[in-house]
């Protein structure tokens, strides 16, 4: 996996009002160029809440892209609470590092 | 000339992008604290108003990521969140390149600090700003801490960081603010948003309210993580106002939980 490019396209997405317009174009053409996984693909056309929770997505970076596709705060927090529910914990990233699971518990 | 006035303030989304879901009078009592600040800050006489953001991937990321930044601009643009999401319609904020850069060279004398020529402000700042100059009529330097991507900026370098914006403060003929703003305990953007500890954050301010540079200096990552979320490595910007404080006393203006706005909002500052 490549968490790395994964968040690296969504700061230049978040950021970038011209990469938002081609991202709504061609959301799977906008994606070449980065160094993605099939999984990690699908998860940025769908786009996927909880998986790129689950594959270790930064919640600030994750806000941002949730905020541009006009997903509702207690729908994306419960998206991210589902897609642990579904895929397990934070696979990587500083959730994984600091052992959050994402299960609500200090 | 002198640095006329420090404290800090939260800047979460939700303050502005969700005010209509927290109970209005704690809501209404956050924004009062934030006009109050609002009115000592120009008492002050500031000229300038120097921002320390904890910033959330708008401008740097983990392919060059500072410890430290300045901006240095005469215009920024913001906010990079949709305006909707946000509550705060897109703006030009007024720099002060001159400004910012002799600030630069003077805070580079003690710390190594990047400097941005470009910088697009998140919440992180416009949530601050939208209270703090709604009229847009005062210069901003941005200055930016990494507390997101880890490795993080130690928090002893964010202290001497403070002590260096002190300095540079002090040596530019201007009057200058400085507003730290961040989390205490949370867990932003996460399933957990929401979650507050209380105890915690009241036992960080006391140690903010005394500028005791030991007891601030004292957490480490692993601890603040369990105990006060990732959102809770944004004390950064809290210890770089107590160092930019010298010592002085802290007051406590305001400081309520508030769990749609993921925090405890939080107004403060130091009688300099």
Redesign the interface.
């Known amino acids: 996996m490549s968490l790395y490019y994964v968040q690296k396209f969504l700061y230049q997405l978040n950021r970038d009002e011209a990469l938002q317009e081609q991202y709504d174009a061609d959301r799977r053409g906008v994606l070449t160029g980065y160094e993605l996984t099939d999984e990690e693909v699908e998860a940025l056309v769908a786009p996927d809440i909880g998986l790129l929770f689950h594959l270790g997505v930064n919640g600030q970076i994750l806000m941002h892209f949730a905020a541009l596709h006009q997903i509702e705060w207690t729908d994306y927090l419960q998206r991210m609470g589902d897609g642990i529910a579904k895929h397990g914990p934070v696979r990587e990233g500083v959730y994984a590092m600091t052992g959050y699971e994402g299960v609500g518990e200090a | 000339m002198a640095l006329v006035y420090a404290g800090v303030c939260s800047h979460a989304?939700?303050i502005t992008?969700?005010a209509d879901q927290a109970d209005p009078d704690v809501r209404d009592g956050l924004y009062a604290a934030f006009h109050r600040m609002r009115e000592d800050i120009e008492a002050s006489g500031a000229e300038a108003l120097i921002v320390v953001a904890a910033e959330?991937?708008?401008?740097f990321?983990?392919?060059n990521m500072p410890s430290f930044a300045i901006g240095l601009a005469d215009f920024y643009d913001g906010p990079?969140?949709?305006a909707q999401?946000?509550g705060i319609d897109k703006f030009c904020a007024p720099g002060n390149r001159d400004l910012s850069q002799r600030i630069i060279v003077e805070v580079m004398q003690t710390s190594d600090v990047a400097y941005a020529e470009e910088w697009?402000f998140?919440h992180g700042i416009a949530v601050p700003l939208h209270f703090l100059t709604p009229s847009f009529d005062m210069p901003i330097i941005p200055a930016n801490i990494n507390c997101?991507?880890?490795p993080l900026t130690p928090l002893h370098r964010s202290w001497a960081f403070g002590e260096s914006l002190r300095r540079a403060a002090d040596a530019v003929p201007e009057k200058i603010a400085i507003v730290g703003t961040g989390g205490i305990s949370h867990w932003?953007?996460?399933?957990?948003?929401g979650?507050i500890?209380e105890a915690w954050d009241r036992d960080f301010l006391d140690r903010w309210c005394r500028n005791d540079r030991d007891a601030l200096l004292a957490y480490d990552?692993?601890t603040v993580?369990?105990?006060a979320g990732?959102g809770g490595f944004e004390i950064r910007t809290f210890i770089c106002i107590s160092a930019a404080a010298a010592g002085a006393p802290g007051t406590v203006h305001f400081c309520e939980p508030i769990p749609i706005f993921a925090v405890s909002c939080t107004i403060a500052s130091y009688d300099l």
Do not use: C, V
């Open positions: 989304p939700g992008g969700r959330h991937f708008a401008n990321f983990m392919d990079i969140e949709d999401w946000l697009k998140d997101q991507g880890p932003p953007a996460t399933p957990d948003s979650k500890n990552d692993l993580y369990a105990d990732q």
